[in-house]
């Protein structure tokens, strides 16, 4: 015979197990209302597209394409890969349905997993999760971007996340920022060597990259760096101080942090960060920004564009480092019945109760009453219900409360509405 070795998850992704995605759960709700109430709606995405979706809009030379993504060859030959992110493939859709032709501006949400080849450790995984919002249209007023960023921390407030800190910045447009590009490459150049390997051969590919550097003996030279916000246009400047007025209308506060560059190509203008308490060194829980052009860049009319995605792996490691994460009970009611002429009462009651949302464990066999309630008890069950013959015989139920053994007996209205009011 085979030997029958066990099969383990690939390194760097995870099973969500009851315990956690019911609060996943939760938190999935809590966005899908407050991003109602601010008037977005769901998309859903598919998780692999054409390769060269990603390589155009997030970037051929960026790490998340050039080293990061799942890809494959099709059967008819096409170069696909599984999502790295989402911004693209709702960018993809609005053009592929014509949806710059819907009133207002488009306000779209997603979530779900996201697939990037890199080293995992704490609060990074190569399957994790985002939700995310985007909004599309003709208007790239400063009040769609602070009422983007004020719905973040509606959303944030509802799930209890506090001590978020917001990275702020803007990076210009094209033309301001390509000639800050060609200012900070000078410099860079001209201290190459006291910059370690990484950021040497950045200073040829991508300058605004070295900014990101975490190395410690390169902080100081950074730090002398010439920064974006003195080389802004004055379109971008206009805009930038308009943010940031709006943000103080909705009392929002931020931390200006000229290095904040992000790592995808589309990014122009706005761009933000939010800090999260607990996570360690992969503390960004949500970045987004600005990526006007981003739609005629694949294949679509002129239009603008700004959003985000929070990362809902780290989003439920900092709820848990901050023991946010109550239990709820997974039974609120355990169904003991003690003969066989009972059982098919115990199935009408708990098919009654389910009916009503209540939560009913039901034994699929006849259990000896003390196994029954042992039971109940393990599973956390706030109520037993017990169902013997004498109980039949009167129409009424023993209803025990568990967690101080408290015994009532109870009609079946009486039964249901005990239920649902606790
Ligand atoms: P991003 O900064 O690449 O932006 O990812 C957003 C968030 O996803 C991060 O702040 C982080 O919380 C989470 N995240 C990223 N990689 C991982 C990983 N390997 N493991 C766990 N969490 C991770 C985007 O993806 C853009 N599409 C956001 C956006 C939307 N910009 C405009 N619209």
């Not at 099969?7 to 899908?32: C, F, H, M, T, Y």
Request: with cysteine; charged share 25%; aromatic share 8%.
């Amino acid at each position: 015979m085979a030997e029958r070795q066990q099969i383990r998850a690939i390194k760097g992704v995870r099973d969500i197990l009851p315990l956690e995605s019911r609060a996943w759960s939760r938190v999935e709700r809590a966005a899908q209302d407050v991003f109602g109430t601010f008037g977005f709606a769901e998309i859903r995405l598919p998780i692999f597209e054409q390769t060269e979706l990603f390589a155009r809009s997030v970037g051929a030379d960026t790490d998340i394409v050039g080293k990061e993504m799942y890809t494959f060859t099709d059967r008819d030959e096409a170069s696909i890969s599984l999502r790295p992110e989402a911004t693209a493939s709702v960018v993809r859709a609005y053009i592929e349905h014509g949806m710059h032709t819907l009133p207002g501006d488009v306000k779209l949400y997603y979530m779900g997993p996201m697939f990037r080849r890199e080293r995992p450790q704490k609060g990074r995984y190569r399957q994790f999760y985002q939700i995310g919002a985007e909004v599309l249209g003709q208007s790239d007023a400063p009040g769609i971007d602070a009422e983007l960023i004020e719905m973040l921390f509606a959303f944030f407030g509802r799930v209890g996340l506090e001590g978020l800190t917001l990275d702020l910045n803007s990076i210009g447009c094209k033309e301001c920022r390509s000639k800050y590009v060609e200012v900070l490459r000078a410099k860079l150049l001209y201290v190459k060597d006291k910059l370690g390997a990484d950021s040497q051969r950045r200073i040829e590919t991508n300058p605004l990259r070295v900014l990101d550097s975490k190395a410690p003996d390169e902080q100081a030279i950074i730090e002398t760096l010439p920064r974006i916000a003195d080389h802004l246009c004055e379109a971008c400047k206009t805009h930038f101080a308009e943010v940031r007025r709006q943000l103080d209308l909705r009392g929002i506060t931020y931390n200006l942090n000229w290095r904040l560059v992000r790592g995808l190509d589309y990014y122009m203008r706005t761009t933000f960060e939010i800090i999260a308490p607990g996570l360690g060194s992969q503390n960004a829980v949500c970045g987004g920004g600005r990526y006007d052009g981003l739609v005629e860049l694949l294949g679509g009319l002129p239009t603008k564009g700004i959003g985000f995605a929070i990362g809902e792996d780290r989003l439920m490691l900092s709820l848990e480092a901050a023991a946010k994460l109550a239990a709820e009970p997974s039974v609120d009611a355990f169904i003991v019945w003690m003969g066989a002429a009972t059982q098919a009462t115990a199935i009408k009651v708990a098919q009654r109760l389910r009916g009503a949302g209540i939560k009913v464990e039901l034994p699929p066999e006849e259990f000896k009453f003390k196994k029954a309630l042992g039971l109940a008890d393990k599973l956390g069950a706030r109520y037993a219900i017990l169902i013997g013959e004498n109980e039949i015989a009167a129409g009424k139920f023993t209803l025990k409360r568990l967690a101080d053994a408290v015994q009532t007996s109870v009609t079946e209205v009486e039964l249901l509405e005990t239920l649902r009011a606790n």
